[in-house]
């Protein structure tokens, strides 16, 4: 989140950008957002849309280190 200053004082912008790293993890795709899989969201699939699927799900699920 940015907080514009200037003539836009006082307008917040909300747009969050997320960088997502699709790689191949041995026999499987890992689409990673955050640095390492412990620190962040990973999901795992045999194509790289099915890793960005579970990515996606593990994103809107609560998780055990308090989760988004």
Excluded: F, Q
Aim: proline share 4%.
């Amino acid at each position: 989140m940015v907080l514009e200053t200037g003539k836009n004082c006082g307008r917040i912008d909300t747009r969050v950008d997320y960088v997502v790293h699709i790689k191949r993890d041995g026999n499987m795709w890992e689409a990673l957002y955050g640095e390492d899989p412990m620190s962040g969201d990973a999901g795992y699939g045999i194509t790289p849309s099915e890793a960005l699927r579970e990515l996606a799900t593990e994103m809107e699920l609560p998780n055990e280190r308090g989760g988004r």
